[in-house]
């Protein structure tokens, strides 16, 4: 082999070596893009794709959290008005934060909450603390619920129309502004005579 010639091996090392590399930069250029949709207001961490918006809501089942019924994905497939579906926990700040939110709402439209990853202990505690706008209440303790449904934390809502379709959702606390310009224009187009 001549002196110019290069062995196989140190050809593969240099590659590997290239790797991490490119790999970094890779990552770079992504959080340069983000940083610069921030700066231009494009670029917004509550605004989550929801693949799921306009299909029917996943299979699931909830054992009740004491002293409310719990429910399942036959329930909201069955719906003939649109529910109101939070994810929720005792040990979520913005959860205790949109409850005065929810509580407003509680006349207006049905709602039916998810505990998620608490202990049925805690999430009764907060309800009777916190007020409670649910008429019907399940426990994801585990978090498989939360999965299926595609949540990333809470607090999350969606709305679901009649024969169980989600048709809107949030990653983000409810506020009375959302109430006023989205959601309950939304509820009133739903709604069926």
């Known amino acids: 082999m001549s002196n110019s010639e290069t062995p196989p091996n140190a050809s593969r090392r240099r590659l590997l070596m290239a790797l991490p590399l490119a790999g970094a930069g890779v990552v770079g250029v992504a959080f340069w893009k983000m940083l610069s949709g921030m700066e231009h207001g494009s670029f917004n961490p509550h605004d989550i794709n929801a693949p799921v918006l306009n299909r029917p809501v996943p299979d699931f089942t909830l054992p009740d959290q004491a002293p409310m019924q719990g429910f399942n994905t036959q329930d909201l497939r069955n719906l003939t008005q649109p529910v109101l579906v939070n994810f929720f926990a005792s040990w979520c700040i913005p959860c205790l934060a949109e409850m005065p939110t929810l509580m407003t709402l509680k006349d207006k439209l049905t709602m039916w909450g998810i505990a998620y990853k608490d202990r049925s202990e805690n999430a009764e505690n907060f309800l009777k603390?916190?007020?409670?706008?649910f008429s019907?209440?399940?426990?994801?303790?585990?978090?498989?619920?939360?999965i299926e449904w595609g949540i990333s934390g809470v607090p999350e809502t969606f709305l679901i129309g009649p024969g169980g379709v989600i048709r809107w959702h949030t990653?983000?606390?409810?506020?009375?502004?959302?109430?006023?310009?989205?959601l309950l224009p939304l509820v009133e187009k739903l709604k069926t005579p």
């Open 129 to 133: 603390h916190s007020g409670n706008p």
């Open 171 to 182: 990653a983000a606390p409810l506020t009375d502004d959302i109430l006023s310009q989205t």
């Open 136 to 146: 019907r209440l399940g426990s994801d303790h585990e978090g498989r619920v939360g």
